[in-house]
């Protein structure tokens, strides 16, 4: 700023042999700011003695009370030479130069002129933010000047972002610039939708700037007095604030507008024209020229589109669940030959620990390892059936979705029936089996999609959303479509379906008061010094999972008890 006096220039010294004296040259250039006038000419040596790598020297910059442009001026560092010797263009041919200068060797210093209130503008005509920010911070920059208070109104435009809590909150009102304060933000609340993809937006206008006090030294005034016929003087009355301040040595200006006549015939103002020319500025005096340059104005940017794109957090949350649940045959496929020759090819796996923003080409450049040819051999069968779903082009997807559906819950009820005839080869009563192989082998997937989420996602909605939803799917289709079929199967042959209860009292009932308890802890994660469901300081999330796994083992226990009778049930 043009009012900042003095300021030191930092030179630094790097490399070479620190025990050496070095002698360097520094002087002034003008630039479109003129020494004497804008800045004080400097020039001299610089000394670094041994093991010293930074040097310092002072400018100074000339303040004035003229309105000016933003201007600059040089420094230049030259002559650098070893314990006083010759500098290195000197030195003989070939032999290796004792110091040497390197870009930046000339710095510009820009002074910013203080004397106008300033021009407010945008940084950019057009900027982009998530929808999971929250609060988007837009920044407002205050140029060619920073002399005294000024209040810059705002409002939000709708575009193709709707406004009134749908996409953003509405908002209308004034950032504050500050004597010399060069930057200000305004603040807007985007609504977070978790929509997959985004692209919608809206605009956030500036209108007139205006200068205005705050009664921190003086109460701000504006008015008129009026000079009677052959008056002569009158009185400006200002009421000072009273601070107390032991030391106090602050100013402000009182400005007076340009005069107007009362005709003295009619008693009507005669207008004066506003307008001024440069003729005019020309011949005005200098203290009429600054009140008349120095007032606030807008810039060029004067108006911000705001884009809101979808949440990276979040899209890289339900890539990363597709890919890991093998779901990504029936994600953008339009023919089977697409879905079949994507089964039999053999892909490299995505690491867990991938950052979400690699490209798909880098992926796709990896080549498979040893172990994704032995997953690729073990899923082979369930790619190839899965590779019969329809192509999710078809039917708007909903031929894909039906028929994926009905494949899982095939599958779940054959899982099924599997697990109860190894639960009878090796001696396990059904629900023993139900409780622990079936539930273990369809909860193992789910719990990595979970981890998934829980480590991609700001919050635990997914994670958790994500096992209770997996495990309904499980329930609800691999039983319902296996009873669904015995039913039929039975009402066709004239016999009457009955499943009978067994210990699906007691189970469920040990099942609620564990789940229960799950979700106290929950609750109380959510107090300091946690502060979150998932997560948290060490101490406390492992004493959380040895917890839930504690209730996992005490729930099958509890549950084969009762079905071999050692305990009572309902």
Not at 123 to 150: K, M
Not at 442 to 459: L, N, R
Not at 495 to 523: D, K, P, R
Request: charged content about 25%.
């Amino acid at each position: 700023m043009e009012n900042v006096g003095s300021f030191a220039v930092t030179v630094t010294r790097q490399g070479g042999n620190l025990d050496a004296t070095l002698y360097v040259d520094y002087r002034t250039e003008d630039g479109t700011a003129n020494a004497g006038a804008d800045y004080v000419y400097a020039e001299g040596t610089l000394v670094f003695f041994p093991g010293e790598v930074h040097k310092q020297f002072q400018l100074s910059i000339i303040d004035d009370d003229i309105f000016e442009e933003d201007e600059h001026f040089y420094v230049r560092l030259s002559n650098v030479r070893s314990d006083g010797s010759s500098p290195p263009q000197e030195a003989a041919a070939g032999a290796r130069p004792t110091a040497q200068l390197v870009n930046p060797f000339m710095a510009t210093v820009m002074i910013l002129d203080d004397d106008h209130a300033g021009i407010f503008h945008f940084e950019n005509p057009e900027t982009t933010f998530p929808e999971s920010i929250g609060e988007a911070s837009v920044r407002v920059i205050r140029s060619s000047g920073a002399r005294g208070l000024v209040h810059l109104p705002y409002r939000t435009i709708e575009g193709s972002a709707k406004g009134n809590d749908d996409d953003y909150e509405d908002d209308e009102g004034e950032v504050t610039f500050e004597n010399d304060e060069t930057e200000a933000f305004i603040k807007i609340r985007i609504i977070n939708k978790e929509e997959y993809e985004k692209n919608v937006s809206f605009e956030i206008e500036l209108g007139k700037p205006y200068a205005k006090g705050n009664d921190d030294d003086y109460e701000d005034d504006e008015g008129e007095v009026t000079f009677e016929n052959d008056e002569t003087e009158a009185f400006i009355k200002i009421r000072i604030i009273n601070k107390e301040e032991y030391e106090k040595n602050v100013s402000f200006e009182i400005e007076l507008g340009k005069p107007y006549a009362i005709d003295p015939h009619t008693g009507e103002k005669i207008e004066v024209r506003e307008d001024v020319d440069d003729d005019e500025l020309e011949r005005m005096t200098e203290e009429e020229r600054i009140a008349t340059l120095g007032r606030p104005q807008l810039g060029d940017i004067s108006k911000i589109k705001c884009n809101i794109s979808e949440s990276v957090e979040f899209k890289g949350v339900v890539d990363k669940l597709l890919r890991k649940a093998n779901m990504s045959l029936v994600v953008g496929t339009s023919s089977w030959r697409e879905q079949f020759t994507d089964a039999v090819t053999v892909r490299s796996g995505d690491d867990d620990d991938d950052d979400d923003n690699d490209d798909d080409t880098e992926r796709e450049s990896k080549q498979p390892s040893c172990s994704d040819y032995v997953m690729h051999s073990l899923s082979f069968f369930w790619k190839v059936l899965f590779a019969f779903v329809p192509p999710t082009d078809y039917l708007g997807g909903w031929a894909a979705f039906c028929v994926s559906i009905l494949i899982i819950g095939l599958l779940t009820a054959i899982i099924g029936d599997i697990a109860s005839h190894f639960g009878c080869t090796v001696g396990l009563l059904d629900a023993v089996t139900a409780l622990s192989f079936v539930a273990l082998g369809t909860s193992i997937p789910d719990t990595f999609a979970s981890k998934v989420a829980a480590i991609h996602d700001s919050y635990a909605d997914s994670s958790v959303g994500n096992v209770t939803g997996s495990n309904a799917v499980n329930v609800f289709l691999g039983i319902g479509i296996a009873w669904s079929i015995a039913a039929v199967y039975h009402a066709v042959r004239g016999s009457v379906f009955v499943v009978n209860a067994g210990s699906l009292g007691f189970s469920v009932t040990m099942f609620c008061c564990c789940a229960l308890v799950c979700i106290a802890v929950m609750l109380v994660r959510r107090l300091p010094p946690v502060h979150g469901e998932l997560g948290g300081p060490p101490r406390f999330k492992y004493a959380t999972a040895f917890l839930l796994f504690g209730l996992w083992i005490f729930y099958v226990l509890m549950s084969s008890l009762e079905a071999y009778c050692y305990i009572d049930g309902f």
